[in-house]
């Protein structure tokens, strides 16, 4: 994979640097974090701190342009919404974690508790009245005999 930096643009509003940069690879579309850590490689920057915003690949190219944005200090990064920060930086942790996760030690499994017969075989509404049903139809009845 060989990443050109395009553009590099300090934002000290938000307190980041902003890099647009051009992957050139082979194959598929590199993942977000494939992409991220070639630029932590590149430009030699906090892994912690560093979010891609955006991969973007034309159709059967092998050429991808990212939008990315390295932050000074995790409080600037509070800026950046909830699901951009879980998919740079808590997806991995996550998948590293859930096989500890799966069975916890000392923990058993509480079976499914089964719901009482009575409840499920309560009246449905359309039985339950059926002296309703009887008064409606016979005022067309009636109609009938008027005529």
């Known amino acids: ?3 050109e930096i395009i553009e590099e643009k ?4 938000l307190g980041r640097k902003e890099v647009r940069f051009r992957v050139d690879y082979k194959g598929k ?6 992409v991220r850590n070639e630029l932590i490689k590149k430009i030699n ?9 955006s991969v973007n690949s034309d159709f059967g190219g092998q050429t991808a342009f990212v939008y990315a944005k390295i932050y000074k200090d ?5 800026v950046e919404p909830g699901h951009r920060i879980k998919k740079n930086l808590v997806g991995k942790k996550k998948e590293e974690e859930k096989p500890e996760m799966e069975k916890p030690a000392g923990r058993e499994e509480k079976p499914v508790e089964e719901k009482p017969a009575e409840i ?12 309703e049903k009887a008064e409606v139809e016979e005022p067309d009845q009636e109609e009938k005999n008027d005529d």
């Open 1 to 3: 994979m060989n990443l």
């Open 10 to 13: 300090e934002n000290p509003l």
């Open 29 to 34: 579309t590199p993942s977000f974090e494939d």
């Open 45 to 53: 920057v906090d892994r912690t701190l560093t979010i891609i915003d």
């Open 74 to 78: 995790e409080e600037s990064m509070k």
């Open 120 to 131: 499920e075989e309560e009246p449905k509404p359309e039985e339950s009245r059926p002296e």
